[in-house]
């Protein structure tokens, strides 16, 4: 089966169904293609419920309109927990949701990792999430599951593994494993003190590149949004016209034009494909990027 090859430009595209789309979501890379995007993330986070037959429909419209899928994993995963049977509980929904993704031809399924809390230190708990990693891709190599990689994604709250510097180590000790970078979760980790300057985002690309190669970054999957943060980082997403709140999209398209970086950019504002289209716009017409 397999992946196709994936386009040498930048994509966008919404985190779930767009919001003022009502059909059925096997129909939903047709409307956004007749909409000017062209990148789809499957929201499977309260649990992976697609039928096989389903996924397998809703790849095929993907092929067909040049949409490019991914699909994140249900939010109740903790790969580092104390309890071995949390571990099993979360193996198996990454599992299901790689198994769910390999069916709909979805490149990479993103998730958060786990929690620091229960480890006697923030390397113990990274070093326990990448034991159970190795156990995840055990069983994907079972099923003869290939192109589709596991993608660890930065996380904006502090008690959360997830730093930059966390998701490199997991994807330089896992095969199969490409790094996500969400930038909103990112500066509010940093309590708004990171995703400031273009360099600090050109910092982040050089590190993955020298860390893991050139090839992760070919495509580089992202998140963006505004982002609201408290003393324990990530609080909430907000729209990309909130000037209060952080980081600014700009700052971001500018350090990948300048390093050159393609990839995918899936909008999790609460407007998800309108704010992937002023996303859009911003790369792509003010910046002349994609």
């Known amino acids: 089966m ?18 003022d789309f009502k059909g059925d979501m096997v129909k939903v ?24 037959t389903k996924a397998r429909l809703l790849g095929e419209e ?44 979805a490149y990479v399924v993103v998730f958060h990792v786990g929690y620091y809390k ?6 113990a708990a990274l070093e326990k999430s990448i034991n159970t990693l190795r156990e995840v891709v055990e069983e994907m190599k079972n099923r003869n599951i290939r192109g589709v990689w596991l993608g660890p994604e930065t996380t904006g709250k502090r008690t959360q593994i997830g730093s930059v510097e966390e998701v490199i180590e997991i994807c330089h000790s896992i095969d199969m494993c490409r790094p996500v970078i969400d930038w909103a979760h990112i500066h509010a ?9 273009v360099d600090e985002v050109i910092k982040i690309i050089e ?50 034009k300048e390093v050159g970086i393609k990839g995918v950019i899936i909008s999790e504002s609460p407007v998800l494909d309108k704010d992937a289209l002023i996303m859009k716009h911003i790369c792509c017409g003010e910046m002349s990027y994609c």
């Open 189 to 197: 980790r940093a309590l708004g003190m990171h995703i400031t300057k």
């Open 62 to 105: 993907a092929r067909k309109y040049d949409v490019v899928l991914s699909l994140h994993a249900p939010y109740y995963i903790n790969l580092a927990s104390p309890e071995r049977k949390t571990i099993e509980n979360s193996i198996k929904r990454l599992i299901d949701a790689v198994q769910a993704a390999y069916w709909m031809s």
């Open 2 to 19: 397999g992946v196709k090859s994936l386009p040498e430009r930048l994509r966008f595209g919404p985190a779930g169904k767009p919001i």
């Open 207 to 256: 590190m993955i590149e020298k860390e893991l190669g050139s090839q992760v970054l070919n495509p580089l999957h992202m998140h963006f949004s505004k982002i609201e943060y408290g003393s324990g980082g990530e609080k909430e997403h907000h729209v990309l016209d909130k000037e209060e709140f952080g980081p600014d999209f700009r700052i971001v398209c500018r350090g990948l």
């Open 118 to 123: 229960g480890n006697e230190s923030k390397k």
């Open 29 to 52: 890379p047709e409307y956004l293609h007749s909409i000017g995007l062209d990148a789809l993330e499957y929201e499977a986070v309260r649990g992976v419920r697609i039928s096989e």
